[in-house]
């Protein structure tokens, strides 16, 4: 019993951290087909007035709506909030049960994970929108004449703005799309400005997705590249491996030997494994670090460091004050 | 004297294997620093030794409480994960995971210790439950089954918490596969008493086990009290079992091959097996231990995939030559 229990979760973990997109940002398998359908984002259909039919080009194709939907069903944390920042969240019936912003939301028990076609149904959705295609979903969907836009993990800021532009043009807000992706850019930009002035490029950094075992995101990983933005120097760089797809695990003496000046934190959160800056600098060894020394351990809203939606300019002043705040290297 | 030079030899197995895991990275020796600098200080002290001491811990415990938990049952195949144990763990675990939030990191070993005590006690219950119609001396197969069945239970229970809170699938199963990485010293102080504790009862046993693998009848006839014994060897067994889970996560395999080995190498007699397992298992987990954070460092592979990958053929080739080995 003990050789079938290793193999099965074994084969169970790859799966999880390959498609677990909601709780660590790793959904990495999704990210290649993301790029592809960011550049075809752009909107096909350009004028401002919501037009229907409206044919849009998601991860899963080119989809078509054929009215405004009035029903729809967000399996996706990220999409959930997409569409209440474009504009359209009165037409949204159900989300997820891990969509837990915005409040007003209306959360159900479905899974985005695992969904369950007919509790989808259910809900008579006009439109169904999550971030993959597992257990048949869009096919089965299909066959009850429901569209599913499948919106995955992204794999640049591009990427995020074209899915927000995709959503309002999909659900008849389109001018509203643009103009939370104007404010966006215009708040990253400002932070990103601001910080490369104070010149602390050479800072190392250290971003936590999980302890025991410790994973991370290399500088070519989408959230890599947000904290890329300001020129910090990750320290998982140098141990990333191609079948880590971006993802590395990490051992504490590695970790340790390596001196992060900074620590994020994106598994602090007590239901995501409660690693607080406190408990951080109990770690056996750790207290030599700089991060630790220096109080430079920064709890994030987990959240929002895991999902590539319109929350994401409060993640960059945050990275933002942190960096202010660092001694220089 | 054939058993003390056999003992001797595991005890210095596990010293070599422990000074081959702390310096792994500084062989051939001549490259041993003169002095070390605090960062590789913290490692060595802070994070490496306390890895080491819980590895030789952790194996030994499991492989005593396997070895025990054989002679109990008279059958070759149980180990300390059966009875309920691994599945009361890791329902435990994956509760403080889910359920207590801010506090799971530091509640996990406790709820894990708990469950797998837990996991045995309601498949003894069940077990006897069970075997109070039958026959005495179905008694003990009854209780595996009982332990089976529980632990099946359990293990779906888990399952059903883990469906509904996905988020955490990750952080589960990374504990479910067994890891040495969150050793610390303040774990070894926590499961030292009751390590210690367990071991000695279990040890101390040895002569009973030989008697009981006699049968029941003949064990009575000898003034022993075979199902109190059973009773108390189990206890220790889960007590130890409990305590190596709770640090260590779920690790298979040590329970199973560590005591076969040393009956190849000791013969039968409990009085020879248990000892040996203690100190092999330590040793045999060290090593795993280590080849688990250097294979792929700075990545680290489950424990229990090494054990299982390197345990397999082994406890192969070793049962190639052993057509008749007693139990």
């Given at each position: 019993?003990?050789?079938?229990?290793?193999?099965?979760?074994?084969?169970?973990?790859?799966?999880?951290?390959?498609?677990?997109?909601?709780?660590?940002?790793?959904?990495?398998?999704?990210?290649?087909?993301?790029?592809?359908?960011?550049?075809?984002?752009?909107?096909?259909?350009?004028?401002?007035?919501?037009?229907?039919?409206?044919?849009?080009?998601?991860?899963?194709?080119?989809?078509?709506?054929?009215?405004?939907?009035?029903?729809?069903?967000?399996?996706?944390?990220?999409?959930?909030?997409?569409?209440?920042?474009?504009?359209?969240?009165?037409?949204?019936?159900?989300?997820?049960?891990?969509?837990?912003?915005?409040?007003?939301?209306?959360?159900?028990?479905?899974?985005?994970?695992?969904?369950?076609?007919?509790?989808?149904?259910?809900?008579?959705?006009?439109?169904?929108?999550?971030?993959?295609?597992?257990?048949?979903?869009?096919?089965?969907?299909?066959?009850?004449?429901?569209?599913?836009?499948?919106?995955?993990?992204?794999?640049?800021?591009?990427?995020?703005?074209?899915?927000?532009?995709?959503?309002?043009?999909?659900?008849?807000?389109?001018?509203?799309?643009?103009?939370?992706?104007?404010?966006?850019?215009?708040?990253?930009?400002?932070?990103?400005?601001?910080?490369?002035?104070?010149?602390r490029?050479?800072l190392s950094y250290f971003?936590?997705?999980?302890?025991?075992?410790?994973?991370?995101?290399?500088?070519?990983?989408?959230?890599?590249?947000?904290?890329?933005?300001?020129?910090?120097?990750?320290?998982?760089?140098?141990?990333?491996?191609?079948?880590?797809?971006?993802?590395?695990?990490?051992?504490?003496?590695?970790?340790?030997?390596?001196k992060p000046q900074i620590i994020f934190?994106?598994?602090?959160?007590?239901?995501?494994?409660?690693?607080?800056p406190?408990?951080v600098a109990?770690?056996?060894?750790w207290a030599v670090l700089p991060a630790v020394q220096n109080h430079e351990i920064i709890?994030?809203?987990?959240?929002?460091?895991?999902?590539?939606?319109?929350?994401?300019?409060?993640?960059?002043?945050?990275?933002?004050q942190a960096i202010e705040h660092a001694p220089s290297a | 004297?054939?058993?003390?030079?056999?003992?001797?030899?595991?005890?210095?197995?596990?010293?070599?294997?422990?000074?081959?895991?702390?310096?792994?990275?500084?062989?051939?020796?001549?490259?041993?620093?003169?002095?070390?600098?605090?960062?590789?200080?913290?490692?060595?002290?802070?994070?490496?030794?306390?890895?080491?001491?819980?590895?030789?811990?952790?194996?030994?415990?499991?492989?005593?409480?396997?070895?025990?938990?054989?002679?109990?049952?008279?059958?070759?195949?149980?180990?300390?994960?059966?009875?309920?144990?691994?599945?009361?763990?890791?329902?435990?675990?994956?509760?403080?995971?889910?359920?207590?939030?801010?506090?799971?990191?530091?509640?996990?070993?406790?709820?894990?210790?708990?469950?797998?005590?837990?996991?045995?006690?309601?498949?003894?219950?069940?077990?006897?439950?069970?075997?109070?119609?039958?026959?005495?001396?179905?008694?003990?197969?009854?209780?595996?089954?009982?332990?089976?069945?529980?632990?099946?239970?359990?293990?779906?229970?888990?399952?059903?918490?883990?469906?509904?809170?996905?988020?955490?699938?990750?952080?589960?199963?990374?504990?479910?596969?067994?890891?040495?990485?969150?050793?610390?010293?303040?774990?070894?102080?926590?499961?030292?008493?009751?390590?210690?504790?367990?071991?000695?009862?279990?040890?101390?046993?040895?002569?009973?086990?030989?008697?009981?693998?006699?049968?029941?009848?003949?064990?009575?006839?000898?003034?022993?009290?075979?199902?109190?014994?059973?009773?108390?060897?189990?206890?220790?067994?889960?007590?130890?079992?409990?305590?190596?889970?709770?640090?260590?996560?779920?690790?298979?395999?040590?329970?199973?091959?560590?005591?076969?080995?040393?009956?190849?190498?000791?013969?039968?007699?409990?009085?020879?097996?248990?000892?040996?397992?203690?100190?092999?298992?330590?040793?045999?987990?060290?090593?795993?231990?280590?080849?688990?954070?250097?294979?792929?460092?700075?990545?680290?592979?489950?424990?229990?995939?090494?054990?299982?990958?390197?345990?397999?053929?082994?406890?192969?080739?070793?049962?190639?030559?052993?057509?008749?080995?007693?139990?």
């Open positions: 019993m003990p050789r079938a229990a290793v193999a099965v979760t074994a084969a169970v973990t790859a799966a999880v951290l390959a498609g677990c997109a909601s709780s660590t940002s790793s959904a990495t398998s999704a990210s290649s087909a993301t790029s592809a359908s960011s550049a075809a984002a752009t909107p096909s259909g350009a004028a401002a007035a919501a037009s229907f039919p409206v044919t849009v080009k998601a991860a899963n194709g080119a989809v078509t709506i054929k009215a405004e939907p009035a029903r729809i069903v967000s399996l996706s944390p990220t999409s959930t909030e997409d569409l209440y920042a474009v504009g359209a969240g009165r037409q949204v019936v159900a989300v997820d049960a891990d969509s837990n912003y915005p409040a007003g939301a209306p959360k159900t028990s479905l899974s985005g994970l695992t969904p369950n076609i007919e509790a989808i149904a259910r809900y008579s959705p006009s439109l169904v929108v999550t971030y993959q295609d597992t257990g048949g979903l869009v096919s089965g969907l299909a066959k009850l004449g429901i569209p599913v836009l499948i919106e995955p993990a992204v794999s640049t800021l591009d990427g995020v703005y074209a899915q927000i532009e995709q959503l309002g043009q999909a659900t008849g807000h389109t001018a509203q799309a643009r103009s939370v992706v104007a404010g966006m850019n215009a708040q990253i930009t400002a932070d990103v400005k601001n910080v490369k002035e104070t010149a490029k050479n971003w936590e997705l999980s302890a025991n075992p410790y994973y991370s995101a290399t500088s070519s990983t989408f959230i890599g590249q947000i904290v890329g933005l300001f020129g910090l120097k990750n320290i998982a760089d140098a141990a990333d491996k191609a079948s880590d797809a971006g993802y590395p695990q990490l051992s504490e003496e590695y970790i340790v030997t390596a934190l994106a598994d602090n959160q007590p239901n995501d494994g409660g690693q607080t406190a408990v109990k770690r056996p060894g709890p994030l809203n987990d959240d929002i460091a895991s999902r590539w939606g319109p929350r994401l300019p409060q993640l960059v002043a945050q990275i933002a | 004297m054939r058993r003390a030079g056999l003992l001797g030899a595991a005890a210095l197995f596990l010293i070599v294997a422990a000074l081959v895991s702390a310096l792994v990275d500084k062989i051939p020796f001549v490259h041993l620093p003169t002095s070390l600098s605090a960062v590789d200080q913290a490692v060595l002290f802070q994070i490496r030794l306390p890895r080491i001491v819980i590895g030789a811990l952790v194996g030994g415990l499991l492989a005593v409480a396997g070895a025990g938990y054989q002679g109990v049952f008279r059958n070759p195949l149980v180990d300390s994960g059966m009875l309920g144990s691994s599945a009361g763990a890791g329902l435990g675990a994956t509760i403080a995971i889910v359920y207590l939030g801010g506090a799971g990191p530091s509640a996990v070993p406790v709820a894990a210790f708990a469950g797998s005590l837990a996991g045995v006690a309601i498949a003894s219950l069940a077990g006897a439950a069970g075997s109070a119609r039958g026959p005495v001396s179905s008694g003990t197969a009854t209780l595996l089954l009982a332990g089976v069945a529980v632990g099946l239970f359990l293990t779906a229970v888990q399952t059903f918490i883990l469906e509904r809170s996905t988020q955490v699938l990750q952080q589960v199963y990374g504990w479910l596969l067994g890891s040495l990485s969150g050793a610390s010293w303040q774990q070894v102080t926590s499961i030292l008493p009751y390590a210690a504790v367990s071991t000695a009862v279990v040890l101390l046993h040895g002569r009973h086990l030989d008697v009981l693998a006699v049968g029941d009848e003949e064990a009575s006839a000898l003034g022993m009290r075979p199902a109190m014994v059973r009773g108390i060897v189990v206890a220790a067994c889960s007590l130890a079992a409990a305590s190596a889970v709770a640090v260590s996560g779920l690790i298979g395999f040590v329970g199973i091959i560590v005591p076969h080995v040393a009956r190849r190498l000791a013969g039968p007699g409990y009085r020879g097996v248990l000892p040996l397992s203690l100190l092999l298992g330590a040793g045999f987990l060290v090593l795993a231990d280590t080849l688990a954070r250097t294979v792929l460092a700075p990545a680290e592979l489950p424990i229990g995939v090494v054990t299982a990958l390197v345990g397999a053929p082994a406890f192969i080739w070793v049962l190639k030559g052993t057509r008749s080995v007693g139990v």
